[in-house]
């Protein structure tokens, strides 16, 4: 295995590196993009139960400590109480677009890869071609050997290319499709829970209003 990288020449090397930048990044967003810490399934639910009996205070908390971005996106909606919807929404949409880009990012290293590896592929084959016409130059085509070397040298690393650079393009274009289903999720919930918020804006206050008195008339 050794002796085959080595006959790729110098630029095994960098396309070598490529593999390990890109396997890093997209191991680290498949860990950063799990469902449990974007959008925890238990804080949605805890939050629109403390929103439907008014505990206001302790939803904010809540999605404080989750640390999670739709969290985040909640907490926006939830300081926005009171006011105008339009308003709410579009606080709420900022937030959503800076957690948007955090979900995004080192998905971009991947798509780096994918685009890098195989030219990286196709300059080996081209050095490969100069090394192997560069021989039949100087000694003809009598010196099998270094003929051998030269379109080993090509097509190895277009072979290493392309290993890394496939993979690298399926793996990114499958990191962005994951972002937008999370985004979609976020979305959905972030309007469910402004809907219950600009309909029930204090339902604590509403609640603990007295009822009103009995009219003279009706007293009488």
């Known amino acids: 295995m050794f002796e085959f990288l080595q006959s790729g020449g110098p630029l095994m090397i960098p396309i070598g590196l490529c593999s390990v930048v890109g396997l890093a990044a997209f191991l680290e967003r498949l860990w950063a993009l799990r469902q449990?810490?974007?959008?925890p399934r238990s804080l949605r639910v805890a939050v629109m139960d403390l929103v439907r009996q008014g505990r206001f205070e302790d939803a904010l908390i809540a999605c404080r400590q989750s640390e999670s971005p739709w969290g985040r996106v909640a907490e926006a909606v939830l300081r926005g109480r009171g006011r105008a919807r339009a308003d709410v929404k579009e606080l709420a949409e900022e937030v959503g677009r800076r957690e948007a880009a955090e979900l995004e990012r080192y998905s971009g290293i991947v798509g780096i890869v994918a685009a890098i590896a195989p030219l990286l592929g196709l300059l080996g084959t081209v050095w490969g071609m100069i090394l192997t016409f560069r021989v039949i130059e100087e000694g003809g085509i009598g010196q099998v050997g270094q003929l051998a070397g030269g379109i080993s040298t090509a097509l190895?690393?277009?072979?290493?290319?392309?290993?890394?650079?496939?993979?690298a393009l399926m793996a990114h274009r499958w990191l962005l499709?994951?972002?937008?289903?999370?985004l979609l999720d976020m979305e959905e919930a972030a309007l469910e829970l402004l809907d219950r918020v600009a309909a029930d804006p204090n339902p604590?206050?509403?609640?603990?209003?007295?009822?009103?008195?009995?009219?003279?008339?009706?007293a009488e």
């Open 36 to 39: 449990w810490r974007v959008l």
């Open 156 to 167: 190895v690393t277009t072979f290493a290319g392309l290993s890394v650079g496939i993979p």
């Open 177 to 182: 499709a994951r972002v937008d289903d999370l």
């Open 204 to 218: 604590a206050a509403s609640a603990a209003s007295p009822p009103a008195s009995p009219s003279a008339g009706s």
